[in-house]
């Protein structure tokens, strides 16, 4: 007869966290700047949206409705979807991809950039803290720290890099509502940025997507690492925890809306 599997509790032990046998495969290196493109352009309608809305461009009225907290009413404005949709049908179908260029070139090459210098720069001070090799789910407090700085320096590289390219962006999708033709495509609005402002000019709003971007990694950092913690000491095991997948990416948007006033 087989000997009985003992939980973690039962051996006398602190509840851990069982490994799986079984492992998520791996996506090449090959394919990485493949899938962050369909990425990109599958999901860049709600960047159009989001960054039309933040610079108070509605071109919807407002209505009259109830608060989904409150149930207080007040006004408010269409949501992405219905602001989309509107664009869509008053502009056609491309104009949801305005300003597509420049945003994949910035993502390819922030992703480039963040990647080497997070290599260099965890060559150069490696983790002492012993939990390098761990997984994210069994890493200390110590070596969360380690891996949000080298997060957040790397990322400080990659966006201060790739500015003039979200500059670009941010202008060529504000053509759709100042209807300025100088900033319809992306080498017109490289030389109208570059005549009228001069070189700072592509790194306007610099220092707050930098802040952002830090605030973002650090709350998604903290947040995962509380997280994993919390269900740890509830002595949930390996397969109960692949229904968290998502806790990074739902972490990580979680930050980033916090992070949007900056």
Same mark, same amino acid.
């Given at each position: ?13 602190? %509840? *851990?966290?069982?490994? +799986? ?5 791996? #996506?090449?290196?090959? @394919?990485?700047? $493949?899938?962050?493109? /369909? ?98 789910? %069994? *890493?200390?407090?110590? +070596? ?5 700085? #080298?997060?957040?320096? @790397?990322?400080? $590289?990659?966006?201060? /890099? ?101």
């Amino acid at each position: 007869m087989a000997a009985p599997v003992l939980r973690p509790m039962e051996q006398g032990g602190s %509840a *851990k966290i069982k490994k +799986s046998s079984s492992t998520a495969p791996e #996506v090449p290196n090959s @394919a990485r700047p $493949v899938l962050g493109i /369909v990425g990109v352009t599958a999901f860049y309608p709600m960047t159009v949206v989001r960054t039309l809305a933040q610079v108070g461009y509605e071109p919807q009225p407002a209505t009259i409705g109830p608060s989904l907290w409150t149930r207080t009413p007040g006004r408010y404005y269409p949501n992405l979807l219905s602001y989309a949709n509107f664009l869509r049908k008053r502009e056609g179908f491309t104009v949801l991809f305005t300003g597509l260029t420049p945003r994949i070139v910035s993502s390819l090459t922030s992703t480039a950039i963040e990647d080497a210098i997070s290599a260099k720069i965890r060559a150069a001070i490696p983790d002492r803290s012993g939990d390098g090799d761990k997984s994210v789910r %069994a *890493k200390g407090l110590a +070596s969360t720290m380690y891996d949000m700085t #080298v997060a957040c320096a @790397a990322k400080t $590289v990659g966006v201060a /890099v790739t500015q003039p390219l979200q500059v670009v962006m941010v202008r060529m999708i504000c053509s759709i509502a100042s209807e300025d033709q100088v900033y319809s495509g992306f080498f017109s609005t490289i030389k109208e940025i570059y005549q009228t402002e001069g070189f700072s000019g592509f790194f306007s709003g610099l220092v707050p997507r930098m802040v952002a971007e830090a605030g973002t990694i650090a709350l998604s950092g903290t947040t995962m690492y509380l997280l994993y913690r919390i269900m740890e000491s509830l002595g949930l095991n390996e397969e109960a925890l692949v229904s968290y997948s998502n806790i990074a990416a739902l972490s990580e948007q979680y930050s980033s809306l916090c992070c949007v006033p900056v």
